[in-house]
Protein backbone atom coordinates (compact mmCIF):
# COMPACT_ATOMS: atom_id res chain seq x y z
CA UNK A 1 0.00 0.00 0.00
CA UNK A 2 2.84 2.50 1.17
CA UNK A 3 5.62 2.77 -1.13
CA UNK A 4 7.32 5.17 1.51
CA UNK A 5 7.83 1.65 3.93
CA UNK A 6 10.74 1.00 1.91
CA UNK A 7 12.11 4.26 0.57
CA UNK A 8 12.45 5.20 4.55
CA UNK A 9 14.25 2.10 5.21
CA UNK A 10 17.72 2.44 4.50
CA UNK A 11 17.48 6.40 5.35
CA UNK A 12 18.03 7.13 9.08
CA UNK A 13 15.91 10.69 8.85
CA UNK A 14 13.51 9.22 7.15
CA UNK A 15 13.64 5.75 8.99
CA UNK A 16 12.81 7.26 12.98
CA UNK A 17 10.08 9.19 11.35
CA UNK A 18 8.40 6.46 9.37
CA UNK A 19 8.66 3.96 12.66
CA UNK A 20 7.89 6.43 14.98
CA UNK A 21 5.74 9.32 13.99
CA UNK A 22 3.81 8.31 10.68
CA UNK A 23 0.86 6.80 11.03
CA UNK A 24 0.38 7.19 14.65
CA UNK A 25 -2.28 8.56 16.45
CA UNK A 26 -1.73 12.27 17.70
CA UNK A 27 -3.81 14.42 20.02
CA UNK A 28 -1.35 16.69 21.60
CA UNK A 29 -2.18 20.09 20.02
CA UNK A 30 1.63 21.30 19.54
CA UNK A 31 2.51 18.70 17.88
CA UNK A 32 -0.06 18.57 15.06
CA UNK A 33 0.35 22.17 14.72
CA UNK A 34 4.06 21.17 14.03
CA UNK A 35 3.02 18.72 11.63
CA UNK A 36 0.35 20.62 10.09
CA UNK A 37 2.82 23.24 9.14
CA UNK A 38 5.59 21.32 8.08
CA UNK A 39 3.09 19.56 5.57
CA UNK A 40 1.92 23.21 4.43
CA UNK A 41 5.82 24.01 4.07
CA UNK A 42 6.16 20.82 1.81
CA UNK A 43 4.06 21.78 -0.45
CA UNK A 44 6.12 21.62 -4.14
CA UNK A 45 8.80 20.43 -2.03
CA UNK A 46 10.50 17.38 -1.06
CA UNK A 47 9.47 15.51 1.90
CA UNK A 48 13.10 14.62 2.48
CA UNK A 49 13.99 18.53 2.81
CA UNK A 50 11.64 19.42 5.60
CA UNK A 51 12.47 16.86 7.73
CA UNK A 52 16.53 18.10 6.71
CA UNK A 53 14.87 21.22 7.62
CA UNK A 54 12.73 20.24 10.73
CA UNK A 55 14.89 20.95 13.75
CA UNK A 56 15.80 24.40 12.57
CA UNK A 57 12.11 25.34 11.55
CA UNK A 58 11.45 24.05 14.86
CA UNK A 59 13.98 26.42 16.39
CA UNK A 60 12.60 29.40 14.30
CA UNK A 61 8.54 28.75 15.14
CA UNK A 62 9.89 28.54 18.92
CA UNK A 63 8.41 24.78 19.37
CA UNK A 64 5.32 25.57 16.98
CA UNK A 65 3.35 26.68 20.15
CA UNK A 66 -0.08 27.79 18.79
CA UNK A 67 -0.20 30.62 21.34
CA UNK A 68 3.47 32.18 20.69
CA UNK A 69 3.26 31.61 16.91
CA UNK A 70 -0.47 33.43 16.79
CA UNK A 71 1.13 36.49 18.71
CA UNK A 72 3.63 37.10 15.27
CA UNK A 73 3.75 40.13 13.94
CA UNK A 74 5.46 41.46 11.13
CA UNK A 75 8.68 41.59 12.30
CA UNK A 76 8.43 37.71 13.25
CA UNK A 77 7.40 37.33 9.98
CA UNK A 78 10.51 39.36 8.24
CA UNK A 79 12.90 37.61 10.66
CA UNK A 80 11.57 33.97 9.26
CA UNK A 81 11.88 35.08 5.94
CA UNK A 82 15.54 35.84 6.50
CA UNK A 83 16.24 32.75 8.30
CA UNK A 84 17.35 30.39 5.65
CA UNK A 85 17.01 26.79 8.14
CA UNK A 86 13.19 27.27 6.97
CA UNK A 87 11.34 27.37 3.72
CA UNK A 88 11.12 31.15 3.27
CA UNK A 89 8.23 31.57 1.28
CA UNK A 90 5.67 34.63 2.21
CA UNK A 91 2.97 32.36 1.64
CA UNK A 92 3.55 29.90 3.66
CA UNK A 93 4.91 31.17 6.47
CA UNK A 94 1.48 33.76 6.64
CA UNK A 95 0.22 31.03 6.31
CA UNK A 96 1.36 29.24 9.42
CA UNK A 97 1.02 31.88 11.64
CA UNK A 98 -3.07 32.60 10.65
CA UNK A 99 -3.18 28.76 11.33
CA UNK A 100 -2.03 29.33 15.00
CA UNK A 101 -4.54 32.01 15.02
CA UNK A 102 -7.50 29.75 13.46
CA UNK A 103 -6.69 27.13 15.94
CA UNK A 104 -6.97 29.39 18.72
CA UNK A 105 -10.33 30.23 17.60
CA UNK A 106 -10.80 26.70 17.14
CA UNK A 107 -10.70 26.12 21.14
CA UNK A 108 -13.52 28.29 21.87
CA UNK A 109 -15.66 25.93 19.50
CA UNK A 110 -14.11 22.45 20.37
CA UNK A 111 -11.19 22.71 23.05
CA UNK A 112 -8.44 22.14 20.99
CA UNK A 113 -7.37 21.18 17.31
CA UNK A 114 -7.50 17.15 17.95
CA UNK A 115 -11.46 17.78 19.28
CA UNK A 116 -11.88 19.38 16.28
CA UNK A 117 -10.53 16.81 14.36
CA UNK A 118 -11.80 14.23 16.17
CA UNK A 119 -15.53 15.70 15.94
CA UNK A 120 -15.45 15.50 12.23
CA UNK A 121 -14.28 12.00 11.69
CA UNK A 122 -15.19 9.91 9.36
CA UNK A 123 -15.00 11.83 6.60
CA UNK A 124 -13.36 10.55 2.96
CA UNK A 125 -10.27 12.34 1.36
CA UNK A 126 -12.70 15.01 -0.09
CA UNK A 127 -14.60 15.88 2.67
CA UNK A 128 -11.80 16.14 4.52
CA UNK A 129 -9.81 18.31 2.04
CA UNK A 130 -13.42 20.89 1.82
CA UNK A 131 -13.08 21.11 5.57
CA UNK A 132 -9.52 22.60 6.13
CA UNK A 133 -9.76 24.89 3.19
CA UNK A 134 -12.89 26.09 5.30
CA UNK A 135 -10.86 26.29 8.44
CA UNK A 136 -7.56 26.77 7.66
CA UNK A 137 -5.10 28.55 5.10
CA UNK A 138 -2.94 27.37 2.42
CA UNK A 139 -4.46 23.60 2.42
CA UNK A 140 -4.80 21.28 -0.51
CA UNK A 141 -5.70 17.89 -1.15
CA UNK A 142 -2.24 16.67 -0.89
CA UNK A 143 -1.48 18.66 2.20
CA UNK A 144 -4.76 17.46 4.05
CA UNK A 145 -4.68 14.14 3.02
CA UNK A 146 -0.15 13.46 4.16
CA UNK A 147 -1.31 15.70 7.29
CA UNK A 148 -4.18 13.18 8.32
CA UNK A 149 -2.52 9.58 7.51
CA UNK A 150 0.22 11.03 9.20
CA UNK A 151 -2.28 11.31 12.90
CA UNK A 152 -3.89 8.21 11.96
CA UNK A 153 -6.74 9.78 10.30
CA UNK A 154 -6.68 8.15 7.04
CA UNK A 155 -5.42 4.90 6.25
CA UNK A 156 -2.33 4.29 3.62
CA UNK A 157 0.63 5.22 6.30
CA UNK A 158 2.09 1.87 5.95
CA UNK A 159 1.75 -1.54 4.10
CA UNK A 160 0.09 -4.43 5.98
CA UNK A 161 3.32 -6.35 6.51
CA UNK A 162 5.23 -2.87 8.05
CA UNK A 163 6.13 -3.29 11.46
CA UNK A 164 5.18 0.42 12.28
CA UNK A 165 1.44 -1.04 10.91
CA UNK A 166 1.67 -3.45 13.61
CA UNK A 167 2.18 -1.11 16.51
CA UNK A 168 -0.09 1.60 15.29
CA UNK A 169 -2.89 -1.04 14.51
CA UNK A 170 -2.34 -2.01 18.72
CA UNK A 171 -3.14 2.06 19.18
CA UNK A 172 -6.36 1.21 17.22
CA UNK A 173 -6.18 4.66 14.81
CA UNK A 174 -9.81 6.24 14.02
CA UNK A 175 -9.15 4.76 10.44
CA UNK A 176 -9.07 1.34 11.55
CA UNK A 177 -12.48 1.41 12.99
CA UNK A 178 -14.38 2.56 9.95
CA UNK A 179 -15.81 0.83 7.05
CA UNK A 180 -13.22 1.29 3.84
CA UNK A 181 -16.19 2.31 1.72
CA UNK A 182 -16.21 5.43 3.56
CA UNK A 183 -13.01 6.37 2.41
CA UNK A 184 -13.32 5.08 -1.05
CA UNK A 185 -16.32 7.14 -1.97
CA UNK A 186 -15.22 9.80 -5.17
CA UNK A 187 -14.46 13.27 -4.59
CA UNK A 188 -17.48 15.62 -5.09
Not at 2 to 8: G, I, T
Request: hydrophobic share 40%; net charge neutral.
Amino acid sequence: MSWYCEYASDKPHHKTYHDTEYGFPLEDERALFELLSLELSQAGLSWDLILKKRPTMVKAFEGFHVDTVAAYGDADAARLLADPGIIRNRLKVAAIIENARRLKALRHTHGDFAAWIAAHHPLNRAGWTKLFRRTFKFMGPEIVNEFLMCIGYLPGAHRDDCPAYEQIAKLSPPWIGVDAKVYAEKPQ
